[in-house]
């Protein structure tokens, strides 16, 4: 075990690998080479402990039209088809009126949990009393949020019963305007504890209050988008492969229907459509781990989880949708310091958080309609092994015209890494 590992410089730290992990000298070379050369301590400040960087693509998915208005997504991802899969819907839809999109709510909630010897009822009647001591108590954090059109909406009490007890939550429902606003509302409810457990002892001295924790809630039921598009059955028929176009709908919407009623089918059919997510809310400084949270949670506000989009098809017309909650913001935090995600942002024409909510859904829903596309016509290997074949082949360090000869080879055949391999080296020979 060793002690004080953080206070260790950047090499001290490599050192420490070499000596207790056998980094061999091949892996230290690359940790060094993955240095950014003017901007490591930006880069270092992200994090702890850093050592070095790791790298993610940043991709562009180009021709989103959203709301009659065209971008090009920028997103980061590890996995292969999800860009291509992105640009390819994307084009597609732009061409039958592009995405509808349209935010709900924008709402996001912090928790102020305690203890106290007082009864629910006692406390509701208390609240409407206090409340605007409690508001006040957080004055010089909500000013200046009021003055970008934020600050505290509304305050409400909730009580959970535990073997040890009643426990009671302080709801707070906080707009933040464009930042995603978590050290804002960690910094309210924090401080508002101090005050709630003064204005509880004012109010009787003889009853005791513990303050348990104050945190902001990933579950953001009230920060919802929705995402549409829409087009005549006809027009689906570039993404119908051998079906006809009703066919292809049909089968499409059976496959949403599934994930509407089977969970382990829906959390892959929402994974399909956190692979368009993630990747634009990587690309642009957000916490991806708070909106995985988030919507799977919303996934399964009724009980049982399920599909986050739906497909309709009426009087010929097919339609597919998603709601989701996507709490994000376009100032402060990663957003302004990470150096991709402000280009990022730019790309994007620095939008407002309420346009980047409808941008991510669009990315979700395009994503999902390719993934769903292709289960229900060819199946999803066979993008993904065009992929799969082009990273062999980039390992085996193919030329252009191998990796041609290549591609037209296995076009109908098994792609496997050894298989590859001996091809490249009949053709080598
Ligand atoms: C793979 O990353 C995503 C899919 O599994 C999504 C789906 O099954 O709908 C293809």
Redesign the pocket.
């Known amino acids: 075990m060793i002690a004080g590992f953080s206070k260790l410089s950047q090499q001290e730290k490599i050192d420490y690998l070499i000596k207790e992990r056998g980094l061999s000298h091949h892996a230290t070379e690359l940790l060094i080479n993955h240095h950014h050369p003017e901007l490591q301590e930006t880069y270092n400040q992200f994090s702890e402990n850093t050592i070095s960087n790791f790298y993610l693509p940043l991709g562009i998915a180009p021709n989103f039209v959203i709301n009659s208005k065209w971008y090009d997504l920028p997103m980061v991802t590890e996995?292969s088809?999800?860009v291509a899969a992105a640009a390819k819907a994307a084009k597609f839809w732009s061409e039958r009126g592009g995405f509808k999109t349209k935010v709900i709510s924008t709402l996001k909630k912090g928790q102020l949990f305690f203890k106290a010897d007082w009864s629910f009822y006692e406390l509701s009647t208390l609240l409407p009393q206090i409340e605007d001591k409690l508001k006040q108590s957080v004055a010089e954090l909500t000013t200046s949020m009021e003055k970008r059109g934020g600050g505290i909406r509304d305050i409400d009490l909730d009580q959970i019963e535990l073997k040890t007890g009643t426990t009671y939550a302080l709801d707070v429902y906080f707009e933040t305007a464009d930042a995603m606003g978590a050290n804002f509302i960690n910094s309210c409810l924090e401080k508002m504890g101090d005050s709630l457990h003064h204005l509880l002892q004012i109010h009787n001295p003889n009853k005791s209050v513990e303050i348990i924790m104050a945190i902001l809630s990933n579950y953001t039921p009230d920060c919802l988008v929705e995402c549409t598009v829409t087009c005549s059955l006809d027009e689906l028929k570039p993404y119908a492969a051998d079906f006809s176009a009703r066919e292809f709908a049909n089968r499409f919407k059976h496959a949403v229907d599934i994930?509407t009623r089977n969970t382990s089918r829906a959390v892959?059919?929402n994974?399909?459509i956190m692979?368009g997510i993630d990747a634009v809310i990587i690309a642009t400084g957000n916490d991806f781990r708070a909106i995985e949270a988030g919507a799977h949670a919303y996934a399964s506000r009724n009980g049982k989880y399920a599909s986050l989009s739906q497909a309709e098809i009426k009087d010929d017309i097919f339609s597919f949708s998603l709601c989701l909650p996507l709490a994000v913001g376009t100032i402060g935090g990663l957003t302004s310091i990470h150096p991709m995600a402000k280009i990022a942002l730019e790309i994007l024409g620095n939008p407002s958080a309420k346009d980047l909510m409808q941008i991510a859904a669009a990315s979700g829903l395009a994503?999902?309609f390719s993934?769903?596309a292709?289960?229900v016509t060819s199946g999803?290997q066979k993008g993904h092994m065009k992929m799969h074949l082009s990273n062999i082949l980039q390992t085996l360090g193919a030329e252009q015209d191998e990796i041609e000869q290549a591609e037209n080879y296995f076009k109908d055949k098994q792609v496997s890494h050894s298989l590859v391999k001996a091809f490249i080296k009949s053709l080598r020979n």
């Open positions: 996995e088809s999800v994930a892959t059919h994974k399909g692979n994503n999902n993934a769903v292709a289960l999803i």
